[in-house]
């Protein structure tokens, strides 16, 4: 039979694939016939059983099925290809004799697109196969598009979310580095006056206790006035104590002077360039600044910070970002020990003492640092573990946690630096955080 009509002139895919399912070998061959004369790839079956089957390993884009069959008939078939999420989707056009309503109403409620009845009429057959694959690839093509539109939409999420992320990070440094430099400047000058005067100080007092000690050399017997003065001040301990006490103010504003290098090291502004710096002064002058957080109180002894720093050389780097991240991971590690404290006393805190262990070394091929930030905390569930470097992800209570910091950890280390940085944890065995950095 010459057919004036192929699937180029329905508009339709070419590799359209059809699957037509009768018990009549007849109906098969007739419905067969005409489909891929048109140009249709076509697949027959005999019984809903081995249509489900075919549907499942190689799902058509439409399928042609008789009612009346053996075994399961077309309405069961049809039931059972609709409750599966692979094959729910797949129109299907039901081909009976019979004509009554309550059957059409049964097919279409089952989930049927559409009713053709036997005997076939060639043109209706094609109109209505056009018209079911046209709305299914109309289908696909817009499932396709909010696809594709929602993935540019979360691209631009992300995108948005890591500018905020930034703009956080390069205000709250700005600030920082603003409000650091300034007490550092702030306390240098008294600092440096005192230092200073500290050393003539010492001198002076030298020169005044040689005197005191000639007087009472060559004038063993003071009048009664002198001798009750200096038992009164007990001139002997002061003697052998102010050297001791210049000693310690000495200590003292070199301490001082040690905490304006860390502050004005930590508060380093970025410029719009990396600069070669040395990784441990970052870390040392972090440490400084915690240092408050570290020291012993009434409910726990001192937190033990052990540093293990490989000779590494320079790196090139935004240091003042890097600073940051120090600080967090830091500050973080002695949040999770003071967790880990409650409940414990004093004496079960010092049998196990808190401990934050600082590692660096060089990897073996020698282009890559690794800094390791490790402490016997409270530690993380898996669950926890695979969020805590999402944005706004945070496990501390509402007001002392934005989520964050370890957010813009990562991008500072991975997007500003090209490294990574991760972390290894388990439920009360602590948590390391692993920073690499390339040479």
């Given amino acids: 039979m010459n057919y004036k009509t192929d699937i180029k002139t329905l508009d339709l895919p070419e590799d359209s694939f059809i699957l037509v399912v009768d018990d009549t070998t007849t109906n098969l061959e007739i419905v067969f016939n005409i489909l891929t004369n048109i140009g ?14 075919q549907v499942e390993s190689k799902p058509p884009d439409l399928i042609l099925l008789d009612v009346m069959m053996p075994g399961i008939d077309g309405f069961e078939t049809c039931k059972r290809l609709k409750q599966s999420s692979v094959t729910c989707d797949i129109p299907v056009i039901f081909m009976t004799a019979d004509s009554d309503t309550d059957s059409k109403v049964k097919g279409l409620n089952i989930g049927a697109v559409d009713y053709i009845t036997k005997p076939f009429h060639e043109e209706e057959l094609l109109a209505r196969i056009k018209t079911h694959l046209q709305l299914r690839n109309l289908t696909k093509n817009l499932e396709k598009r909010v696809t594709e539109r929602t993935a540019a939409l979360s691209r631009a999420l992300k995108d948005l ?3 905020q992320l930034q703009l956080v990070q390069t205000e709250k440094m700005s600030a920082l ?35 005191i000690n000639l007087y009472q050399q060559y004038y063993p017997n ?74 012993a109180s009434e409910d726990h002894p001192e937190i033990q910070v052990i540093r293990n720093y490989d000779n590494l050389p320079e790196i090139e780097c935004f240091i003042g970002q890097l600073n940051q991240v120090f600080m967090n991971l830091l500050a973080n590690a002695i949040d999770a020990l003071e ?76 997007e500003k630096h090209g490294g990574t940085l991760e972390v290894n944890s388990a439920p009360e065995q602590g948590s390391e955080f692993i920073i690499k950095l390339p040479v």
């Fill in 339 to 414: 967790e880990s404290n409650v409940g414990r006393t004093y004496i079960e805190i010092e049998a196990n003492p808190n401990q934050v262990l600082i590692q660096t070394s060089l990897t073996e091929n020698k282009k890559h640092i690794l800094v390791r930030i490790k402490d016997n905390g409270v530690g993380m569930s898996p669950d926890v573990e695979q969020k805590i470097f999402d944005h706004l992800f945070t496990t501390k209570p509402v007001g002392q946690g934005t989520g964050l910091g370890l957010s813009i950890a990562r991008q500072i280390v991975v």
């Fill in 222 to 295: 003071p009048v009664p006035e002198i001798k009750e003065e200096i038992a009164a001040i007990d001139l002997k301990y002061i003697l052998a104590d102010l050297p001791n006490l210049i000693s310690s103010m000495k200590e003292g504003v070199q301490r001082i002077r040690d905490i304006s290098i860390s502050l004005r090291t930590f508060s380093r502004a970025d410029s719009d360039r990396k600069v070669s710096c040395n990784i441990h002064d970052g870390i040392d002058s972090t440490i400084m600044i915690l240092k408050h957080r570290l020291k």
């Fill in 177 to 211: 580095g603003e409000l650091v430099a300034g007490v550092a400047h702030e306390i240098n000058n008294p600092v440096g006056f005192i230092h200073g005067n500290l050393q003539h100080a010492s001198a002076y007092f030298k020169d005044m206790i040689n005197i």
């Fill in 40 to 53: 249709f790839n076509v697949t027959t079956e005999k019984n809903g059983e081995s249509a489900i089957k």
């Fill in 161 to 163: 979310q890591e500018s």
